[in-house]
């Protein structure tokens, strides 16, 4: 199935950087949307409770946007999200740690959210690694997400 979801998200890339805003979202579990962005951003709606197999989806799209590009912006939309199973957190940490030299190519990362945790777990996040650009924004505020994460204060990814 993951092989089939990144043939879905390759095939994503090859309509161009200005094509994009016209696409349709892709649902690749019953938790994870991949949302409609340029070739350079990873967008994605999280909701619900995250298992083992949703995390390996969400890395097989990163992994694809890094191989393609030096470096990537993410835009993460936690709108709904209950929580993870033991699994998925496993793999969060041991993909983090993996990734140590490397979040130097996640040139920013724009973080929705309502759950006060996330927001610190962000601010932490910055602490310790302050090469990476992270910011967390309210729901409400989502179109001022897209415009830090890009620079383009028109176009956003939507759901559905």
């Known amino acids: 199935m993951i092989g089939a979801d990144l043939k879905l998200i390759t095939r994503m890339r090859t309509?161009?950087?200005y094509a994009w805003h016209s696409m349709k979202?892709?649902?690749v579990s019953e938790v994870?949307?991949?949302l409609p962005s340029p070739d350079n951003v990873f967008a994605i709606h999280v909701?619900?409770?995250l298992t083992?197999?949703?995390y390996d989806r969400m890395l097989a799209?990163?992994?694809a946007k890094l191989k393609a590009h030096e470096r990537i912006f993410m835009f993460v939309d936690?709108?709904?999200f209950d929580d993870m199973t033991a699994e998925a957190f496993r793999k969060d940490i041991s993909y983090s740690f993996g990734k140590l030299g490397e979040w130097h190519r996640f040139a920013r990362n724009a973080l929705v959210t309502d759950k006060q945790w996330m927001k610190l777990l962000a601010k932490a996040a910055a602490l310790f690694l302050p090469q990476l650009q992270i910011q967390t924004f309210e729901p409400s505020d989502r179109d001022a997400a897209w415009a830090w994460l890009t620079g383009a204060s028109s176009s956003r990814p939507t759901s559905g």
């Open 15 to 17: 309509f161009g950087s």
């Open 25 to 27: 979202s892709i649902r």
């Open 32 to 34: 994870i949307e991949i």
């Open 47 to 49: 909701s619900g409770r």
């Open 52 to 54: 083992g197999e949703d």
């Open 61 to 63: 799209a990163i992994e």
């Open 78 to 80: 936690m709108i709904g």
